[in-house]
């Protein structure tokens, strides 16, 4: 983590970051503290720049403590033969699981249920086949195990409480998990380990531009400070807008005219539920770590995910057009969710065993397509003037990428700024 003593996060810290902001010109400028906007501030620090990053509320609040918590390389998305998208994510994982936080990020064995006859099993065995070899083919040795094959004998003994009558078999194909607000933190501590000015409850209220016109450079950020209502501008040869679902507030700050990036919001909504609702556990028969379930939907799949002592069940994909600081999961949602899930459990999970719901809103660049499922998990890096750099869409497991790109992008007019360190920095 950089200089351990560097990165605690203290109010004394925060005073002393702010009143130093105020004071300088900082190379780099983040606004957002989601995962993207703490990997660019990392990636930028880690870089030898000077760095500031702002968040509106506190660190992982939007979109980044509220996914599913896989880092996965996404395994629908082959029957979209979006394979670079998974490869590239594939190739995170790894990194992740294997040099950048091994602490954080652990692998976790899915159970892929067959209920179908012989040609699903060659299917989605091919499916999975691929899948390993595109995260196998990035590195030298496997962080994660391979595939294999369960009878149904071995399907349910992994994992009792699939129904008998339903499930033929199941392939078993690993992933991970990861405590995605705890990693957001760890990447913001990291970052103020690297000299990273971090300053949380400080939202971006309007860009300064160097000049009137439509296309006048944007050279630093007007900022309402939230812990105590004051307000304050910070300076910066380069700004980096890593804001999510709020993208677009951004490039309405720089009035009409400006192209920028169109970002949906698209609601994805999981429930808690308590270990003892599902029998899912024979720890022997799957390998010594409880296997979660992946489920086909008519639209896309859904988790069963072991989290601790609970389960996280999710996730729905709706577009939403209310308040995006506040997303919540409708009476549907949640229907959705159980009769998903039912169909494969002998003892079906009810309303009243939910112990929570939770929704989060996916930034997902808007494309063509009216469905949010189907609109694009890639993401862009625009610089609709120059100053200013937006970022957004991707996904989780991506956001080291999408920072050394906004971060790239940032500097490629600064002389002498050496290429990402990111890859190999662990947090
Ligand atoms: C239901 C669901 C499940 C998901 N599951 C997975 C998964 O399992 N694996 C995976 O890889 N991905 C998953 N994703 C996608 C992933 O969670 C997101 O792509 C990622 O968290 C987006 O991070 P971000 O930093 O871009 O956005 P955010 O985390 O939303 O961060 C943006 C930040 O900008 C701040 N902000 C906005 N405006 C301002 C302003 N004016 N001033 C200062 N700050 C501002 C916000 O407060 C917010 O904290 C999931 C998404 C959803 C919704």
């Known amino acids: 983590m ?49 760095v500031a990053l702002l968040e ?26 979006a394979f670079p998208l998974v490869h590239e994510a594939l190739s995170e994982r790894a990194r992740l ?16 249920p067959l209920t179908k006859p012989v040609y699903q099993r060659a299917y989605f065995g091919a499916g999975v086949a691929l899948y390993d070899v595109l995260g196998a083919a990035f590195t030298s040795g496997r962080a994660i195990p391979r595939h294999r094959h369960l009878s149904r004998k071995a399907t349910l003994e992994a994992f009792p409480a699939l129904r008998g009558d339903v499930v033929r078999g199941a392939i078993r ?67 980096i807008a890593a804001t999510g679902v709020w993208s677009d507030d951004i490039g309405d700050m720089l009035g009409v005219s400006a192209p920028s990036l169109k970002v949906r919001a698209s609601k994805g909504v999981h429930l808690v539920l308590p ?6 556990a024979d720890l022997a ?3 010594g770590t409880q296997a979660g379930l992946i489920l086909r939907t008519p639209t896309s799949v859904l988790f069963v995910i072991p989290w601790g002592e609970r389960w996280i069940v999710g996730t729905t994909d709706t577009p939403w057009r209310l308040d995006r600081d506040h997303p919540a999961a409708s009476s549907a949602d949640i229907d959705y969710i159980l009769d998903q899930v039912n169909r494969v459990l002998v ?31 890639e993401h862009a890096v625009v610089m609709p003037v120059p100053g200013l750099v937006l970022v957004a869409g991707g996904k989780y497991t991506t956001y080291r ?20 360190r990111t890859a190999l920095l662990p947090l």
């Open 275 to 280: 270990r003892s609702a599902i029998d899912g």
């Open 2 to 50: 950089g200089d351990e003593s560097r990165t605690n996060l203290s109010p004394e810290r925060r005073r002393a970051d702010r009143a130093r902001l105020a004071d300088d010109v900082v190379d780099v400028l983040v606004i957002g503290g989601g995962v993207t906007g703490a990997g660019a501030a990392l990636d930028a620090a880690s870089r030898g720049l000077t």
């Open 347 to 377: 003892r079906p999970v009810s309303v009243d065993d939910c112990l929570g719901v939770y929704a989060g809103l996916r930034p997902l660049l808007a494309g063509e397509s009216d469905e949010t499922s189907r609109l694009s998990r």
């Open 97 to 112: 699981v294997r040099t950048i936080a091994p602490h954080l990020v652990t692998p976790l064995p899915f159970l892929l």
């Open 401 to 420: 990428v999408m920072a050394e790109d906004a971060v790239d992008a940032a500097v490629e007019g600064l002389p002498g700024v050496p290429p990402s």
């Open 285 to 287: 028969a799957s390998g």
């Open 56 to 81: 509106a509320r506190d660190w992982a609040a939007g979109t980044s403590s509220r996914s599913s918590k896989l880092i996965h390389g996404g395994l629908r998305y082959l029957e979209q033969f």
């Open 173 to 239: 194909y690993w992933d991970a998990q990861v405590d995605d607000a705890r990693h957001t933190l760890a990447v913001v501590r990291t970052a103020a380990g690297y000299g990273a000015r971090v300053l949380s409850s400080a939202r971006v209220v309007g860009l300064l531009r160097d000049g009137d016109g439509p296309d006048a450079p944007v050279v630093g950020v007007h900022v309402a400070d939230l812990t105590d209502g004051s307000s304050f501008t910070v300076r910066a040869r380069s700004v």
